[in-house]
């Protein structure tokens, strides 16, 4: 018997199983697959046949001792696995002060179940931090005893979002509180044999991938030694390419940018306006400015000149079917949405809310809910810029508009209350542009006295204010889809063709090419880099932050790899061009937030890194399909010719296939030490999970020598196929599925 197919037989089945699965549980609900699929014996016994039938054929071959070691990195693994299954127990205790607690909910296959403690539980303190200045957790803390009657003495212990606590092989892990504050609830873990497998099975793994990329004779190593891969590069060429409308009234230039420099409370951090009026902006106008006014100017107008801003065509109906049925443009004014004291939304708003979600009513609701900011903008609870601190000592941003704490001194209270008031009238109904630098100058003086801590640090606001002013997405995504596009199509034709491209003879161009990209990849870097400085943390928290970071992987390839293998570049100006592209979407919020708590883990950022270099690498590998592909379909080249441009391609594939297998691999494992850190389970079966683990099955098939992938057109069409997987799980997933890793 063939062991080696009857394990892929049996992954085949998994993966079928698994990717339906995600789709039953959008339908019948998470505990119906748990229980049904991931938790049934059939699908234990499916894992197990895998593993068996993997183990024979491992048996009945001599293999290097690297790949030895990395199939039996993925049997510890199961191992661990089915000891969890087997002999973990998991539930959640509920702590109230005052009250002592010596039972706990287990989850069982039947439902939870009421189980004692070996112990007795008492809730000391439970405490939530907030970010400086904002009303954001930044953790939960719970501080509990745990007693036992045979000792008599108490043990103390403290638990926290990504800090555990562990008493006699029972692991406690933060999960939620009281809406009072006077109760908290702990998940427990108790998990004896199965994360110590589990966690021999993740070290064992990491060492066997460096072993295989570094082995001198290996896969990997040799692809870079192959001379059809040489020649390919040898070819590889690039080419580059290189109304006047009428016054409104707001404030000045200058003016507004001072304006913009006030800090407010935006978002649950403390950031200068000018990120509120560009949001408000983008928000209602769907740009970062209206005509030649700066986002400052138009929100100043909106606020002090609301007559004549209301009349401007100033916001965008981004839905046909509403522009119709509304029988206006695609820009509109407010007055045209308010005739008469009528609000022309006010029908398709109150349908959707009775339960009509057709196309029409959604558009109608989110263009309402972005007029409802413009509203309450202009009654003034956005305005949250006058910082004051609170009876537990901590400081909180208020608006003209919320009262204050009653400790709040009457000359803080009467400014705060009137600040708004006086600029308005005696600075910008009198245009007296002396008065108005003084108001502004009064208010960021009081918000430096008053701040504290929770005013950003100076080098952070400059950042933001840089970040702010040259908003180079937009910009760089048209460049790089363009070049990319140009450059893709002249590497096509140069392959057809079977000669070289102008840059070949041509320094100047090859040199301009160089220039540009490096520039691409420069700006990108710095935009990044800002977005990291103003954040405090890696920039990794939300789906449009790690679509830069895919765009700057992709980019970061070529840069180092240019010389070697020049078709880099125009793989990743395109590919750059369109993840660029894509975090550009509306469904997607470049907004700056603090992230929450269980997110706040340095293995998140090293997660999120993998799996974002496993995605770029693997991209790359599409992309080497499309174009052996498209010389299959195109081709002028003799037959043997053209077999030697698609082997190369084959090769070229491989050597992205292997280190993005090993990063995607090492990705998903990290996330799996996280989440045991976390919430208590190293493997929830969330459906971002499942399709992770669906692209590390299918894209580790063509590294076994099935005969099937020694042809060029297999080899790519399944690889496109298998790219489809990796868009299902970073798009479909987020917009589709759902689930704890959605992210939009």
């Known amino acids: 018997m063939n062991w080696k197919i009857g394990s892929f037989v049996g992954i085949g089945i998994l993966v079928v199983i698994l990717a339906v699965a995600t789709f039953f549980e959008k339908s019948f609900g998470t505990d119906f ?29 001599q293999f290097r001792r690297s790949l030895i070691a990395l199939h039996a990195s993925l049997l510890l693994i199961l191992l661990g696995a089915l000891l969890t299954f087997l002999t973990a127990r998991r539930g959640v205790v509920h702590l109230r002060q005052g009250v002592p607690a010596d039972s706990f909910q287990e989850e069982t296959p039947q439902g939870k179940v009421t ?16 970010h400086p200045g904002s009303e954001m957790p930044a953790d939960y803390e719970t501080s509990f005893t745990i007693q036992e009657e045979q000792t008599g003495s108490p043990v103390s212990g403290t638990v926290s979002m990504n800090r555990i606590f562990s008493y006699r092989g029972i692991r406690f892990y933060q999960t939620s509180y009281d809406a009072d504050g006077k109760g908290s609830y702990l998940s427990l873990n108790e998990d004896r044999y199965g994360i110590s497998v589990t966690y021999a099975g993740y070290f064992l793994l990491f060492v066997s991938l460096i072993w295989i990329l570094g082995e001198r004779n290996g896969g990997f190593r040799s692809l870079w030694r192959n001379p059809r891969l040489h020649r390919l590069m040898m070819l590889c060429c690039l080419l580059v390419l290189a109304s006047e409308a009428r016054a409104l009234p707001t404030l000045r230039e200058d003016r507004a940018q001072e304006f913009g420099r006030l800090l ?72 045209q949405l308010v005739q008469g004291g009528d609000y022309v939304l006010q029908p398709y708003v109150e349908e959707y809310y009775r339960g009509k979600h057709s196309k029409l009513n959604k558009a109608a609701v989110d263009l309402d809910e972005r007029l409802q900011l413009l509203a309450l903008m202009r009654q003034g609870s956005m305005m949250r810029v006058f910082p004051a601190r609170q009876s537990d000592g901590q400081i ?41 630098r003084d108001m502004l100058s009064k208010i960021k003086s009081y918000q430096q006295q008053y701040g504290g801590d929770s005013v950003p640090a100076s ?36 392959l057809l063709k079977n000669r070289p491209l102008p840059y070949v003879r041509n320094p100047w161009m090859r040199g301009g090419v160089w220039v540009l990209l490096g520039g691409v990849f420069a700006l990108l870097t710095a935009h990044i880099a800002l977005r990291w400085v103003i954040c405090g943390r890696l920039p990794m928290g939300n789906g449009y932050e790690t679509m830069l970071l895919l765009a700057w992987l992709v980019l970061l390839l070529p840069v180092l790899l240019n010389r070697r293998f020049p078709a880099l570049v125009s ?35 090293i997660h999120v890194s993998l799996i974002m270099s496993a995605y770029a690498l693997l ?54 030490i996280w989440a045991n850190v976390s919430w208590g389970r190293y493997w929830g079966w969330d459906p971002k999970e499942v399709w992770a683990l669906i692209n590390l099955l299918l894209y580790a098939v063509p590294l076994h020598g099935f005969r099937v992938f020694r042809s060029p057109v297999r080899y790519h069409l399944y690889m496109l196929f298998c790219f489809l997987t990796v868009l299902m799980t970073y798009i479909g997933v987020n917009y589709f599925l759902g689930g704890m890793h959605s992210y939009a």
């Open 619 to 672: 991209s790359f590998t599409a992309l080497c399909a499309i174009v052996s592909l498209l010389l299959q379909v195109l081709h002028r080249l003799p037959d043997c010719r053209l077999a030697e441009r698609q082997e190369s391609l084959l090769l070229l594939s491989r050597l992205f296939l292997y280190p993005g297998i090993a990063l995607l691999a090492a990705g998903i494992f990290v996330g799996a």
């Open 264 to 335: 407010v409370s935006y978002q649950g951090r403390v950031c200068p306006m000018q990120t509120l009026a560009l949001d408000m902006v983008r928000k209602l106008h769907g740009s970062n400015s209206y005509q030649h006014y700066s986002a400052e100017q138009v929100m100043a107008g909106l606020l002090f000149y609301a007559a004549e801003w209301d009349a401007e065509p100033l916001v965008r109906v981004k839905d046909t079917g509403l522009r119709q049925a509304l029988q206006c443009d695609k820009y509109v004014s407010v007055n």
């Open 396 to 436: 909180r941003w208020y608006s003209p508009v919320d009262s204050l704490p009653a400790a709040t001194p009457r000359a803080q209270r009467l400014f705060v209350r009137e600040a708004f008031g006086w600029l308005y009238e005696y600075g910008v109904r009198r245009e007296d542009d002396a008065v108005l």
């Open 33 to 61: 697959v748990v229980r049904y699929v991931y938790h049934s014996w059939w699908f234990v016994l499916l894992w197990g046949w895998v593993a068996f039938s993997g183990c024979a054929a491992l048996l009945h071959r």
């Open 115 to 130: 189980v004692r403690l070996p112990f007795t539980m008492r809730l000391e303190q439970f405490s939530v931090h907030y």
């Open 459 to 494: 080098f952070r606001l400059r950042a933001e204010q840089w970040y702010n002013r040259f908003p180079v997405v937009g910009m760089l995504y048209k460049i790089n889809l363009t070049v990319g596009l140009l450059l893709f199509l002249a590497l096509i034709f140069a």
């Open 571 to 605: 793989f990743g100006f395109l590919l750059s061009g369109f993840f660029l592209l894509v975090s550009g979407l509306s469904q997607m919020d470049p907004v700056m937030t603090h992230l929450v708590p269980v997110l706040s883990s340095p293995l998140l950022s």
